[in-house]
């Protein structure tokens, strides 16, 4: 069994977004209010309290343009959180029943048939198995009823 760990948003993202910059569609992200669960964050990959102010923006966790680099809505703490650091458990954000389980190739696309909808407590297993796939460089968790990314898996 591949052994993997979970990587958050990288800080330097992070950090030009809380810097002012702009999100994956040149626009400044807006600022809202959390009213509770359902707000989590991609780089502490933590929820956002209810009351606590965030930032909705889209988010492209691939390198270059191309037809299959997707782009969605995520939230980010307002103000600064510290990057997710344990990297061997599921992280706290991965609270719904099932997520999305998909690897992508070293060019960043898709590896059809890939991708699962996979039971949260099965994700470690799921992505172990597809990285004994050559093709898989990386895989991606992201919601099953949005399609939004949650985080990246890599082989450790």
């Not at 994956?24 to 669960?37: K, L, Q």
């Not at 965030?54 to 037809?67: E, I, K, N």
Request: charged share 20%.
């Amino acid at each position: 069994m591949t052994t993997i760990r979970f990587h958050a948003m990288p800080t330097v993202d992070a950090e030009t977004l809380w810097s002012g910059g702009e999100d994956a569609y040149g626009n400044r992200p807006e600022t809202m209010v959390s009213d509770g669960p359902g707000h989590p964050c991609r780089h502490c990959l933590q929820n956002i309290d209810a009351g606590q102010s965030l930032l909705v923006l889209a988010y492209r966790p691939f390198p270059t343009l191309q037809p299959y680099a997707e782009t969605g809505p995520i939230f980010l703490h307002a103000g600064r959180c510290t990057r997710y650091a344990c990297e061997e458990s599921l992280p706290p954000i991965l609270s719904s029943p099932d997520y999305i389980v998909r690897g992508y190739g070293s060019d960043n696309r898709i590896v059809y048939g890939s991708g699962a909808v996979t039971p949260t407590e099965d994700i470690p297993a799921r992505a172990s198995g597809l990285f004994e796939r050559d093709e898989i460089a990386y895989v991606h968790v992201r919601s099953a009823r949005n399609n939004c990314y949650q985080c990246r898996i890599d082989r450790a």
